[in-house]
């Protein structure tokens, strides 16, 4: 995988030490509805402020020098919600896919998706093959979409695919390889914004010993000065992986 460069201006203006950036930052993007519900407005309007949100995350992480960057952006317990959010929600991905694709083209960005992305609707599906094709030359950022996402499901996914092939027995190395995020480094960052305490079923194996970042903003609140301020607490950290 080539490696994307951080802006080295960018860096120096926000404090930040260049070589000590996260790979990979994932980021649970929680807090749209009682953004908009505060706001005495229906909770698509919190989705729809959370893509300029997703826009800033996308520039930001671009300038850092991130290689992967992953959004949880719709899991497979999300189907639970209301049958209007959920296809207001789908789609604002479609629609969002389709008018960002050439944006993020002249940002050198790179698509992916990880989940049981034959569940979700045609149109989405469509979209992300278009955006993964039309994006796959670049060489920056990989925007990797959590979508129909789920991190038990993808672990039972990976062990059938080894049974499939035969295994007898499994290594984590094994496990690994057929995660969906098999191609990406482990996150070693995990932002949460809204303030809750909680993985919700999102890369519990892969953020194994990543760094969490809890914030209370609200999603459609969290631009770019959020982001740097996360990546800021991150290098205070002493990451001992186990060690001391
Ligand atoms: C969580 O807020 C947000 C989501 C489940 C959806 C996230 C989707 C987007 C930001 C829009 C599209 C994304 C892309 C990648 C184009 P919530 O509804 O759970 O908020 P609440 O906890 O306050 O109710």
């Not at 994307?4 to 994932?26: C, E, S, W, Y």
């Amino acid at each position: 995988m080539s490696k994307p460069k951080v802006t080295p201006d960018f860096a120096a203006q926000n404090g930040l030490d260049p070589a000590n950036m996260p790979r990979h930052i994932a980021i649970i993007m929680d807090g749209n509805g009682r953004w908009a519900k505060s706001r005495g407005l229906p909770r698509v309007a919190g989705h729809k402020l959370g893509v300029d949100s997703v826009r800033a995350a996308t520039k930001t992480c671009g300038k850092l020098g991130v290689e992967v960057l992953t959004l949880y952006a719709f899991s497979t317990e999300n189907w639970l919600r209301p049958k209007d959010e959920v296809s207001e929600l789908m789609r604002l991905l479609s629609w969002t896919l389709k008018r960002e694709v050439s944006e993020l083209d002249k940002n050198n960005v790179r698509l992916r998706a990880s989940g049981r992305l034959d569940g979700l609707p045609k149109p989405v599906q469509d979209e992300l093959s278009r955006g993964i094709e039309k994006l796959k030359g670049n060489t920056g950022l990989i925007l990797n979409l959590a979508l129909n996402y789920g991190s038990r499901q993808e672990i039972v996914d990976a062990v059938n695919a080894l049974i499939r092939e035969g295994a007898k027995e499994v290594d984590e190395a094994a496990i690994a390889r057929r995660l969906y995020t098999a191609e990406f480094p482990d996150p070693d960052l995990v932002i949460r914004t809204s303030g809750e305490m909680r993985l919700s079923n999102f890369l519990l194996w892969q953020a194994a010993y990543a760094e969490l970042y809890i914030t209370p903003v609200l999603w459609p609140d969290f631009r770019e000065q959020q982001l740097v301020d996360a990546v800021l607490d991150y290098q205070k950290r002493h990451r001992r992986f186990g060690g001391i």
